[in-house]
């Protein structure tokens, strides 16, 4: 790591690690219950599946995408999980889940690279496609399991500790470390940002932008599955009304970061930083006893800023 | 002679960096100051602060007799200053007309556009000119060097009593270029004072009645354009003598082997092109912008589709779907727009080198940067690309020094056939004579090179072979010492194809 990749690393996320450090101070004055271990681990247990799907977005942003599908692709997971852990077990239900997740991944990506549909109407789409699939196959109610073997299994993950740390927590950093590899080291993660930076001219420079060009939407439908196991997991059922808003808060986290809407330029410690900015702010007004309506109403109002912010960075660079 | 401009003192800094130091630019009335130099010298940030784009940290400015306290631009404006952009900013859906008069009054009668005065207007504006443009066309139509042209025309609406003209003809043909230079010389005629920015020498020449050439942020000489060479302008401009810009080692093809046939191959915008490139053998493709030459490559490169027609590499059929299979048969391509085509503009300089062959520095999808940092180190060293650190986004570089970054893309690439396509528009002299030296760099490596250029000079000095387009179709080719003969190019260039 040389000295100028790291000066140009706080310059890009100068604002969003402000605004965090401003959003913890603010916070600890407003409620005294903030800085206790409780919360601290409540904030980081509750994140877990939005940060999981977050770096799926956070993806498809840098493609120069979008995926608005994520929350009923979460809900999919879901369901799916529960009810094969029914029929089948944990193992088979792991699997079948996760491929079903890229599968439905890559045919947003096949759609938006092969046809060249706008990503913003294929996976508004594919949306309501998920969200169907999920009501039609368990019948629009939450499924729950009754396996003891998987009931055990599923209780380790959702509430289970390893040296005292929840294994939420854990599943959720080594899905972060695993994005990492794969957008700072790998081949794909080299192309995914080039192709959000100038597709044209990666086209140009002999590489079969098709292929590449789905990645992004396979690794979100990825994300998806695995937040949305970890999601059942924590709430011990699987319910087709999971992650209904998801999208906004992924959308949302991956902007505040300091992801260029365009594509290209952005980093995951952003999408971090991201998704604690607004995890603290639901968290906080949870613990003022603010109701659930202004937050939404504060948290559209932080969105629009935020890009409002990075508009104005980009121009001035 | 009465001035009409000074501009004294300018200081201007960015940052640490100390962009123009003390210049001094004064400009009579009615002349045409050409204004060159260097990319980075300082022209264009200069004329930002003449237009009011950018504030200066001191010095003064006097147009008329009259100082400008605080320019901005819209009393940049007020005192008649206005500048002709390189990159026209028009509203494709509108007519010229529309896009001449946008943002100004004179027409609307409460809100109301008297449409038919308005076409009149502005039909005589451009038959005064005589600018080649119809009033009610719409400018979508148009190609980018017509478009130059409506921009034009919407300075020339405005009665300015200073243009400036930054690189006007780096989008235009050469016979488009005498349209320009018969506008100049009516505003010449009107007594209005031009300011002339422009990389082509010849132009300056043919133009100016003063140079002003700038060099590292100073103005460092101003020049009568009488008894006025060549060598000594650019000896001004580099602070150096440069001595030939072309090679004078130039090589000569291995063999004549042909590595590349093209048998009558056609797209949507070429017909029945037919050419070959021998082994080692720098070929020229030289015509209008439009005239196929960079559709000819697209072609080849397997970017456009290809209706019919054959096209061989090594003697062998092929048959291109995409650009990645090109590349994987040995071709490379450095594209005619460098910031649109050629490279990802907000990535590192070294991530764009590798961008052309990835599998070179990966293993199993994993890329081992450490190898890649000491062959990018090397190689930018070798190449003398000018940059703070490989990790800065290639948006940072000058214009030659992109152009160097796509080269190291080629070096690393390793292709048997390259084309570049315009691979000096835009960069200064110094900058030029570095790229002609690395293509004859290439050639020696036993590498085919193809060069398309509108630049006839360009031509004659690098390529052994031209081939001329005109229109879509291959109109003649050219070779040996026919190729001196700047005469016979412009005639296939411009002239019906002789059977």
Known sequence: ?317 | MQTMLEMKNINKSFGVVHALKDVNLEVRKGETMALVGENGAGKSTLMKILTGAYQRDSGAIIVDNEEIQKNTTKTAKQHGIAQVYQQAELVEELSVAENICLGEKAHGRRGIVSWKKMNQLIEELLKHYEIPLHAETQVKHLSSAMKQFVAIAKVLFRNPKIVIFDEPTAVLSDKEVTILFHIIESLKKEGITIIYISHRLEEVFQLSDRVSVMRDGNLVAVLENKNLTKNDLITHMLGKNLGAMYCEQKGKPVSDRKVLELDRVSTDKIHEVSFSLKEGEILGIVGLVGSGRTETAMAIFGADKIKSGRIRVNGKEVKFRVPADAAKAGIFLAPEDRKAQAMVLCRPIRENISLSKLSSIARHGVCNEKKEIENIQKLCTDLKVKMASMESPVQDLSGGNQQKVVIAKAFTADPDILIFDEPTQGIDVGAKAEIYVLLERLRSQGKSIIVISSETEEIQGVCDRAIVMRSGCVAGEIEGEELKQTELILQYMYKEKQV
Do not use: H
């Open chain 1, 1 to 317: 790591m040389s000295e100028s990749r790291i000066k140009n690393y706080f310059k890009t996320q100068a604002i969003p690690i402000s605004v965090l450090v401003l959003m913890i101070i603010v916070a600890s004055i407003l409620s005294d219950a903030f800085f206790t271990k409780i919360n601290m681990q409540n904030l980081l247990i509750q994140q877990a599946s939005n940060m999981v799907v977050s770096l799926g977005m956070f993806a498809c942003i840098l493609s120069g995408g979008i995926d608005l599908s994520v929350g009923s692709n979460l809900a999919v997971a879901s369901v799916f999980m529960a009810s094969l852990m029914n029929t089948a077990n944990f193992g088979v239900a792991l699997i079948v889940t996760l491929l079903l997740c890229m599968v439905i991944g890559a045919v947003n990506g096949f759609i938006v690279s092969k046809l060249r549909i706008a990503p913003f109407i294929v996976t508004l789409g594919m949306t309501e496609f998920s969200r169907g699939i999920a009501y039609w196959y368990t019948g629009s109610s939450p499924v729950s399991w009754r396996n003891a073997a998987d009931e055990a299994v599923m209780t380790f993950i959702g509430k289970g500790r390893i040296l005292g740390i929840p294994v939420l927590t854990i599943i959720m950093i080594v899905m972060i470390l695993i994005t990492m590899f794969i957008m700072r080291k790998t081949v794909v993660g080299r192309i995914t940002y080039a192709i959000g930076g100038n597709e044209q001219a990666v086209r140009l420079s002999g590489i079969n932008t098709l292929w590449w060009k789905m990645f992004p939407y396979i690794f979100s439908g990825l994300c998806c599955a695995v937040g949305g196991i970890l999601m059942t997991a924590r709430l011990g059922l699987g319910a087709p009304t999971n992650g209904e808003d998801l999208a906004n808060d992924c959308i949302a986290a991956v902007v505040i970061g300091g992801t260029s809407f365009t594509g290209g330029k952005g980093n995951i410690s952003g999408v971090i930083i991201g998704v604690f900015i607004l995890g603290i702010i639901n968290n906080l007004l949870d613990l003022m006893n603010v109701s659930s309506y202004p937050q939404m109403m504060l948290k559209g109002a932080i969105i629009v800023l935020a890009v409002v912010f990075s508009t104005i960075k980009d121009k001035n660079e």
